[in-house]
């Protein structure tokens, strides 16, 4: 399928358009389009410039109006615009008509953020994702991406009812969604068993607002050397480095895609198996970018997603990051009050990362027992039956007895306390 937008030429001149509906605020609007405007940079777009109307609700027809539209038209035609850009999802009704007034090519919000998750796209995971929520996306549009093909296919051996070339289309990329999804599910079940195969260590994930700094964060603990651009979405795909907190806790952490508002359900729905890795973490720590001056609206959405996920009940360890850039220290001193058990950091300058490293080991030491056993050698060699479950610290024997000291996941114990009562 065609890019969007085209960073190997000329940069597209566009223009922003976003609508301040009831009980939105003209500051929110600005802040949603600012976010645009980040978004259509990260494709390579130059911006010329921005159109905001108010609306009580979105015009069926032309979204903002057809007497605006007609204005932007204008706009368009004297200053040599390629592309407009809606903050807000449209109709495939709504961007044929736009089209056909303004003469330039139109996309929305959820059309910008697929095309730059595939530019991004590195691995063979976040290509088939990013092509399925793109042919879920694309597939109710494509009367306006193929009208051309819009005719009956003819000739010798079509007889019959037949079918216009547009439906052909619409079966064809039905099938081609069908077998990606049966590619997602083989690579979501080889993940699974490198998961269960990880199981007797605690999992940690880093999830937060895009370009909050969480691919920094990574590396700067695990040296995992994940891609780091001042981008939006920069790294899609999940990286899971082993992080050794002391001589005897060693965790998982994984770095995951990046969250933003008005996030396209279609890629939520793709990225299932990314995202796995936070679905099934023992904790998620969610990195703010507390220098941006929304970050409280940052926080809202990532909760919001988290709750679509179903993971408001996951534990979380809340760490705002970037506070080498904070030119307001009081903000630090208040946001204490309201979250006393976030952290401060600036994982850029290795600011408060042990602090860090010290509260992930309090949180991972929770999940573990250390605790000294006796097994009796006349009861039959037993300790081979120990090693999987635990980890063995410290071993000493006697004529009758083997003593072991051992650290093991508490979901354990009762195994443990099975092999202990069978060899006392």
Same mark, same amino acid.
Do not use: W
């Given at each position: 399928?065609?890019?969007?937008?085209?960073?190997?030429?000329?940069?597209?001149?566009?223009?922003?358009?976003?609508? /301040?509906?009831?009980?939105?605020?003209r500051w929110e609007v600005e802040d949603h389009l600012?976010?645009?405007?980040?978004?259509?940079?990260?494709?390579? *777009? %130059? &911006?010329?410039?921005?159109?905001?109307?108010?609306?009580?609700?979105?015009?069926?027809?032309?979204f903002i109006?057809?007497? !605006?539209?007609?204005? &932007? *038209?204008?706009?368009?035609?004297?200053?040599?615009?390629?592309?407009? /850009?809606? +903050? +807000?999802?449209?109709?495939? *009704?709504?961007?044929?008509?736009?089209?056909?007034?303004?003469? /330039?090519?139109?996309? %929305?919000?959820?059309?910008?953020?697929? %095309?730059?998750?595939?530019?991004?796209?590195?691995?063979?995971?976040a290509k088939v994702q990013v092509e399925l929520a793109q042919l879920n996306y694309y597939l109710p549009r494509l009367t306006r991406q193929w009208q051309h093909l819009s005719r009956q296919v003819g000739g010798i051996g079509t007889k019959g009812p037949g079918e216009t070339q547009l439906e052909t289309d619409r079966r064809l990329v039905r099938q081609r969604i069908s077998h990606l999804k049966e590619k997602l599910e083989k690579i979501a079940h080889q993940n699974e068993v490198q998961?269960?195969?990880?199981?007797?260590?605690?999992?940690?994930?880093?999830?937060?607002?895009?370009?909050a700094g969480k691919s920094t964060l990574m590396n700067a603990l695990t040296n995992a050397r994940v891609l780091i651009e001042d981008q939006l979405f920069a790294t899609l795909d999940t990286t899971v480095r082993r992080l050794a907190l002391n001589p005897t806790t060693t965790i998982l952490l994984s770095d995951t895609v990046g969250?933003?508002? !008005?996030?396209?359900?279609?890629?939520?729905?793709?990225?299932q198996t990314t995202l796995a890795e936070a679905i099934e973490a023992d904790l998620l720590i969610h990195v703010v970018d507390v220098t941006h001056p929304h970050f409280e609206a940052q926080v809202k959405t990532v909760n919001q997603i988290l709750d679509e996920l179903h993971l408001n009940e996951k534990k979380r360890l809340l760490v705002f990051n970037k506070v080498d850039r904070l030119k307001n220290h009081h903000l630090i001193d208040q946001l204490r009050l309201l979250h006393p058990e976030a952290l401060f950091i600036s994982a850029a300058r290795h600011i408060g990362l042990?602090?860090?490293?010290?509260?992930?080991?309090n949180l991972a030491e929770e999940r573990y027992e250390i605790e000294q056993i006796r097994l009796n050698y006349q009861r039959g060699a037993a300790e081979h039956l120990i090693y999987p479950l635990a980890k063995i610290l410290? !071993?000493?024997?006697?004529?009758?007895?083997?003593?072991?000291? /051992? !650290?093991?996941d508490k979901a354990n114990k009762s195994k443990i306390n099975q092999i202990t009562a069978k060899y006392r």
């Open positions: 399928m065609e890019k969007i937008i085209r960073t190997d030429k000329q940069p597209e001149r566009c223009v922003l358009v976003g609508v /301040i509906q009831r009980g939105q605020s600012s976010e645009l405007a980040a978004l259509a940079r990260t494709s390579g *777009a %130059d &911006i010329i410039d921005t159109f905001i109307q108010e609306r009580p609700s979105p015009d069926p027809a032309y109006g057809k007497g !605006k539209i007609e204005e &932007i *038209a204008e706009y368009v035609s004297f200053n040599d615009i390629d592309l407009l /850009i809606f +903050d +807000d999802e449209l109709s495939p *009704a709504q961007v044929r008509n736009i089209e056909n007034l303004t003469g /330039i090519k139109v996309i %929305d919000r959820t059309a910008l953020i697929l %095309d730059i998750f595939a530019l991004h796209a590195r691995t063979n995971m998961r269960q195969q990880r199981q007797e260590l605690f999992r940690a994930a880093l999830i937060g607002y895009t370009n969250f933003i508002r !008005k996030l396209p359900h279609h890629l939520v729905a793709s990225f042990q602090h860090l490293r010290n509260r992930l080991l410290e !071993k000493s024997s006697d004529e009758q007895y083997l003593y072991l000291t /051992i !650290k093991y």
